[in-house]
C-alpha cells in the first residue's frame, strides 16, 4: 500500500511559479511511474506530466517549457515545478503512483489569479 500526499498548492498571480510535491509512503518508491494529473471545475482529470523509474518525462502539450516533473527517490518525493503559469492553469493537482497497482493522492488546489 502507497499513501501520497500532496503540498505546495496555493494562489499566486499569471506568470507566477508554484513548486508542488508529492511525498510517498512505504518502500520501493523508485520502481513508480509517478505523474501529475490536474482537474479544473467542470472538466476531466487531464494528464500534466509523467516521470519513469528511469528518469524519463513527458509532458502535456499544455505544459511543455513551463512545467517540469523531478523525483528525489532518496526522500520518496516527486515535484512539480510550474512557471509561467496561467489562469487556464487553474485546478487541482493530484498525484499518481503508478505499478502493478494505482494510488492517488487527495490533490493540492492550485489557483492562477490576478
Known amino acids: 500500500q502507497v499513501q501520497l500526499v500532496e503540498s505546495g498548492g496555493g494562489t499566486v498571480q499569471p506568470g507566477g511559479s508554484l513548486r508542488l510535491s508529492c511525498l510517498a509512503s512505504?518502500?520501493?518508491?523508485?520502481?513508480?511511474?509517478m505523474l501529475w494529473y490536474r482537474q479544473a471545475p467542470g472538466k476531466q482529470r487531464e494528464l500534466v506530466a509523467v516521470?519513469?523509474?528511469?528518469?524519463?518525462?513527458d509532458y502535456a502539450d499544455s505544459v511543455k517549457g513551463r512545467f517540469t516533473i523531478s523525483r528525489d527517490n532518496t526522500k520518496n518525493t516527486v515535484y512539480l515545478q510550474m512557471n509561467s503559469l496561467k489562469p487556464g492553469d487553474t485546478a487541482v493537482y493530484y498525484c499518481?503512483?503508478?505499478?502493478?497497482?494505482?494510488?492517488w493522492g487527495r490533490g493540492t488546489q492550485v489557483t492562477v489569479s490576478s
Open positions: 499518481h503512483a503508478r505499478y502493478l497497482n494505482d494510488y
Open positions: 516521470i519513469g523509474s528511469g528518469g524519463n518525462t
Open positions: 512505504g518502500s520501493s518508491f523508485n520502481i513508480y511511474t
